[in-house]
């Protein structure tokens, strides 16, 4: 089925970051300016910088000029008479040496610790963005692309930052060298700015040519990244399908692509960063040939001439580094503006304007009381939100297929339920729908009489929680893994859960125990270990409302069985969604609901589906239980809230 885009509702439309408020400036606006606020807080670095700068500047500047007059000091007067004393100019040099060192030590240190500073504060501000998107943006946007707009366009940045400062500090150099050439000789000067309309008609063409190539480049790398990321990430599924030559393979031509564009732009730079910077050395050999003339002519000075020359060299340095600025400047505005698009991806689910905290309610056990879950009229379609251009595309909302279609569903306070259905039909999209992963198209989602798009997400998520079918785990301990649903827990309490998983006894085994490293994602781990950590993390987090996703798939029978003794006490008074793949994990729950082209196509005990639903027998037969689809091998199958019909 097809449908049109549906109306948001109005709390669940994008809301914008309120901890980044600059990103939502105009983005016609340059890159720089879009900077600004984070560059208004390096203000006295980069004030500091630009003193030392000019103070650099200036003793670079006048070096020339001292050396002009020691060359005439040293050479004497027809009457025998020096102009000046040597030895006083020589230390006069010095002494602007050592200045002149001091002060680009300060202002370089100061623009690179801005730039330093900036990166990490653009690299955070990212990091929270990207937190708070939701799951539609990873859906569509590559793991490597992510990780090559956090580091290498960030980088790119950062390196500009700190080198156009210094760009700025060489054009003070030029235009305090013009200044002092055309006082010595106007005729010379008016020579060597003949090279100027060269410069900027290249430095023009050079600046177009270079952020096209620099966009390229960031992308390959981004590709790079994303085969690297995901070669790494499955070389289990690699290496079981001897897939290795295959890999290598895609790896090779995407560094083959990005090997081209570097080439295509060292080429580019090859032809014109050497005429750019070699432009003065073409007005050094004009002024030699037209100031001795003027020397034997007896109208510019010996040392007048050695200063002029020295001035043309001291202009050589600003020539290089425009170069430099034209390629530096051109990929730093390429990989601000890949950064920018993602800063600029709308924070689709978000805590709208007055949105409150779910209450909590104590059982009468101490335990969280189960809270009701329900679904009105619930419209939902993947890829149907408004998105923005990181991949390439404005917006997929026409004719998305439809998960759910009028859903109607109502799960009463402490009521336990298997979700089942055909692979495909929204069981797990019914959790993330709950648990506000995705913004909903339209109709309403409830907890405990509470609209979900009026709560908080974070009290919501911590009412709910959830056991998801694949269990992550980071590279830390096992019990920081299992903490990381209450970083506060005392070790008892890690403990306490780990064995009402049936994790304990494995973990203990263990060499370091709880305080075992496991690798990444946790595959030094079975993956029924994994799960049962996962489980263990969830009855730790004390939810109300607790999401089984096929938890323990993984996981052997007489474990699973174990688990299942534990889980029954524990879910007591809590509300319990199974989504049930299995006919051994609808065992948890005491009423089946069986969903079917978008809508609730039966809802029953497993005995009553059993006797009446065709479609039932169907999906218990397709997860390939058909040895125990007979309703009398299943004893009290129709008990309802049993907790243990099976």
Request: charged share 20%.
């Amino acid at each position: 089925m097809r449908v049109a885009p549906p109306t948001a509702p109005e709390e669940s439309a994008a809301q914008p970051d309120p901890d980044a408020d600059w990103i939502r400036a105009d983005p016609s606006l340059s890159w720089i300016r879009r900077l600004g606020p984070l560059l208004r807080q390096q203000r006295a670095r980069i004030v500091t910088a630009v003193i030392a700068a000019i103070l650099a500047t200036g003793a670079g500047a006048i070096a020339p000029w001292i050396a002009g007059l020691a060359v005439d000091a040293a050479v004497p007067r027809p009457d025998g008479t020096r102009s000046g004393s040597l030895w006083t100019l020589v230390i006069v040099l010095v002494g602007l040496g050592l200045a002149r060192g001091i002060s680009t030590y300060t202002y370089r240190y100061g623009l690179f610790s801005m730039g330093h500073r900036v990166e990490f504060q653009l690299r955070t501000l990212l990091f929270a963005h990207l937190s708070r998107l939701s799951f539609a943006f990873y859906d569509r946007v590559h793991t490597g692309e992510i990780i090559s707009r956090s580091n290498s366009d960030i980088r790119s940045v950062q390196m500009y930052l700190a080198f156009a400062p210094i760009v700025s500090s060489q054009l003070l150099n030029f235009v305090v060298a013009i200044a002092v050439m055309a006082w010595i000789s106007l005729p010379l000067t008016a020579i060597t700015m003949l090279i100027m309309p060269a410069v900027y008609v290249l430095g023009q063409r050079l600046r177009h040519i270079m952020f096209p190539l620099s966009w390229i480049i960031q992308s390959r790398n981004a590709e790079v990244a994303t085969v690297t990321h995901e070669s790494v990430n499955g070389v289990r599924v690699v290496k079981a399908f001897a897939a290795e030559a295959r890999q290598v393979t895609e790896m090779a031509q995407a560094a083959q692509r990005l090997r081209w564009a570097n080439m295509l732009q060292h080429n580019t730079r090859a032809h014109y960063t050497p005429v750019i910077e070699n432009l003065p050395r073409l007005a050094m050999a004009m002024v030699l040939l037209v100031g001795g003339h003027f020397i034997i002519g007896g109208s510019l000075s010996v040392g007048n001439l050695a200063t002029f020359y020295l001035y043309i060299l001291l202009l050589q340095a600003p020539f290089r580094f425009i170069g430099m600025l034209f390629i530096f400047g051109q990929r730093a505005k390429a990989s601000a503006e890949r950064v920018f698009q993602v800063l600029d991806e709308p924070v689709l689910v978000a805590d709208r304007p007055g949105a409150v905290d779910l209450p909590r309610r104590s059982g009468p056990t101490g335990g969280p009381a189960g809270m009701a879950v329900e679904f009105e009229d619930v419209r939902f379609a993947y890829g149907t939100e408004t998105i923005g251009g990181v991949a390439g595309t404005a917006s997929t909302e026409h004719d998305a297929p439809l998960v759910f279609d009028g859903l109607d569903l109502r799960i009463g306070a402490g009521e336990r339920v298997a979700i089942v259905g055909r692979t495909g039909c929204g069981k797990s999209t019914l959790a993330r729908l709950l648990m506000r992963f995705y913004s909903l198209g339209s109709g309403t989602i409830s907890v405990d009489g509470h609209e979900v798009n009026g709560l908080t997400g974070d009290s919501l998520r911590r009412a709910v929680g959830l056991v998801p079918d694949e269990p992550f785990l980071f590279s830390a301990t096992i019990h920081d893994n299992i903490a990381y649903a209450r970083p506060v827990a005392a070790r008892s309490d890690v403990v306490a859960a780990a064995t009402a998983a049936q994790a304990h006894e494995f973990i203990s085994e263990l060499e370091e125990g709880y305080d075992t490293v496991v690798g990444e994602r946790g595959y030094d781990l079975s993956g029924g270990q994994r799960q049962r950590i996962a489980i263990a993390r969830a009855i730790l987090a004390d939810p109300a409302v607790l999401i089984l996703d096929d938890a323990t798939s993984s996981i052997d029978v007489a474990h699973e069985a174990k688990i299942h003794d534990a889980l029954v006490a524990l879910l007591a008074e809590r509300t319990t969604i199974v989504i049930a793949h299995r006919l051994s994990t609808i065992s948890l729950a005491d009423r089946v609901i069986l969903l079917d082209g978008g809508r609730v196509a039966a809802d029953g005990t497993h005995a009553e589906l059993l006797a009446t639903e065709p479609r039932y027998v169907e999906v218990l037969a397709a997860a390939g239980d058909t040895n125990r689809l007979d309703p009398s091998a299943v004893a009290g199958a129709g008990t309802h809230r049993s907790g243990a019909s099976w």
